[in-house]
C-alpha cells in the first residue's frame, strides 16, 4: 500500500462529502445522539465553494485512486491571537 497525500481541488469534493459524511455518522454512532443534519449533496456544493474561494484547504490522503482521509485547514480570528491563525 503507497498512500499519497495531496492538496484537494474542486473535483475531490465529493469525495470529501462521503468522508464528513462517514465522520459524523461515526461520531453520532459513538455518542448515540442525532447531532448532526447531514445532507451529503449540501456539504459537497459547500466544499466547491470554500475550496474554490481559497477559504478552505483541505489534503486528501489517496491510495491509489480512492480517498481514504483528509485534513483540513482554516483560517480564524481572535484578539487573544493579535491577528489570524490557522485552525487544522
Do not use: C, P
Request: hydrophobic residues 40%.
Amino acid at each position: 500500500m503507497s498512500i499519497e497525500i495531496v492538496k484537494a481541488t474542486i473535483d475531490d469534493s465529493n469525495d470529501l462529502s462521503i468522508m464528513t459524511g462517514e465522520l459524523l455518522h461515526e461520531i453520532m454512532k459513538k455518542i448515540d445522539i442525532k447531532a448532526f443534519n447531514f445532507n451529503q449533496k449540501e456539504t459537497e456544493e459547500r466544499a466547491k465553494d470554500l475550496l474554490s474561494k481559497d477559504l478552505y484547504f483541505v489534503f486528501i490522503a489517496k491510495d491509489g485512486n480512492d480517498s481514504i482521509g483528509f485534513l483540513s485547514m482554516y483560517e480564524s480570528y481572535a484578539l487573544y491571537s493579535e491577528g489570524a491563525y490557522g485552525t487544522i
